[in-house]
């Protein structure tokens, strides 16, 4: 089983090398064109860059996120909304409107 995944592999890079060298190149090199075949795989260095570059985000979003939760949850402090009074509210006085008695 895994030496025909790696035969088939290995035939696949063959025949993408050879025919990458027939194709059209357009746009003026801007990475290889591929015309149904998969595209060539990444190079390690380009792989780890990114998966380097990938971390060095996640750590910056969450060790700031750790650090700074004001900039997530606002900087101003929680009010209790049993503190309100009617007026901040908004609502008349039992003294006035169509339910009085």
Same mark, same amino acid.
């Given at each position: !089983?895994?030496?025909?995944?790696?035969? $088939?592999?290995?035939?696949?890079?063959? @025949?993408?090398?050879?025919?990458?060298?027939?194709? /059209?190149?357009?746009?003026?090199?801007?990475?290889?064109?591929?015309?149904? !075949?998969? =595209?060539?795989?990444?190079? $390690?260095?380009? @792989? *780890?860059?990114?998966?380097?570059?990938?971390?060095?985000?996640?750590?910056? /979003?969450? *060790?700031?996120?750790? @650090?700074? =939760?004001?900039?997530? *949850?606002?900087?101003? =402090? *929680? /009010?209790?909304?049993? @503190?309100?009074?009617?007026?901040?509210?908004? /609502?008349?006085?039992?003294?006035?409107?169509?339910?009085? $008695?």
């Amino acid at each position: !089983m895994l030496a025909r995944a790696l035969v $088939k592999r290995a035939v696949l890079l063959r @025949t993408s090398k050879t025919a990458a060298d027939h194709q /059209i190149k357009r746009n003026g090199g801007h990475g290889s064109w591929t015309y149904r !075949m998969p =595209p060539p795989l990444p190079s $390690k260095r380009a @792989t *780890y860059l990114a998966e380097g570059l990938g971390g060095l985000c996640w750590y910056w /979003i969450l *060790y700031h996120l750790a @650090t700074e =939760p004001e900039h997530v *949850y606002g900087e101003w =402090p *929680y /009010i209790d909304p049993s @503190t309100y009074c009617d007026l901040e509210l908004g /609502i008349p006085p039992d003294s006035e409107g169509p339910l009085r $008695k």
